[in-house]
Every structure is written in C-alpha cells, then in structure tokens.
C-alpha cells in the first residue's frame, strides 16, 4: 500500500500564500516524479507543476513565476509554495506520485485524497 498524505490548503485572500506538503509512505520501491494537479468545480484535472527525480521540471503557464514546486527524494516529499494567489486558483489540490513498488516494476500513478484551497476576492 501506498498512501500520499497533503496538508497545508485553506482559504486566502487574494494575493496571499500558501504552502502545499505531501508526504509519500508505505512500501514504494522508488518514486519518479511528484507533483501537483489541481480540479476545479466543472473542470477537468489539471497539472500545475511536476519535478522528476533528476528536478526536471513541468509546471503549467499560468502558474509560472508565482508557484515553486520543491521535493526531498529522501523523505519523499513534495512541497508546493503558492504565492500570489488568484480567485482562479480555487480548486482541491491533489498530490501524486509516479513509483514503483520493487525494482524493474512499472511505474504507476498514485494519488493524494485532495486539499482544498479557497482564494477569495
């Protein structure tokens, strides 16, 4: 079993911060990429940014320049630093993990339970 767990949502004004943790554990082999999506009401899932084991990153363009994407590869954790927030970047936040859970395995898709974050006008 594999379990992300997210901490750090609320309600924020607009132009305020926050700061988004996940926390991967259980018995996961090793991780590739973690990151952020985020899914507003009648939206479709999206990502917001991703960092690879090597610090690639993936980030979305409307988040550029006021959201940092950071990760600890030895306590698989990511970390999501909102800055700048807007009333569109209302939305419940999910974590994920692409690992693995034994060598030469395949890499599969895990997900957080979501974290919601409110920016108000």
């Known amino acids: 079993q594999v379990q992300l767990v997210e901490s750090g949502g609320g309600l924020v004004q607009a132009g305020g911060s926050l700061r988004l943790s996940c926390a991967a554990s259980?018995?996961?082999?090793?991780?590739?990429?973690m990151g952020w999506y985020r899914q507003a009401p009648g939206k479709q899932r999206e990502l917001v940014a991703a960092?690879?084991?090597?610090?690639?990153?993936n980030s979305a363009d409307s988040v550029k320049g006021r959201f940092t994407i950071s990760r600890d590869n030895a306590k698989n954790t990511v970390f999501l630093q909102m800055n700048s927030l807007k009333p569109e970047d209302t939305a419940v936040y999910y974590c994920?993990?692409?690992?693995?859970?034994?060598?030469?395995?395949?890499?599969?898709?895990?997900w957080g339970q979501g974290t919601q974050v409110t920016v108000s006008s």
């Open positions: 994920n993990a692409q690992g693995i859970l034994y060598s030469g395995g395949y890499y599969e898709d895990y």
């Open positions: 259980g018995s996961i082999f090793r991780i590739n990429v």
């Open positions: 960092l690879d084991s090597g610090g690639r990153l």
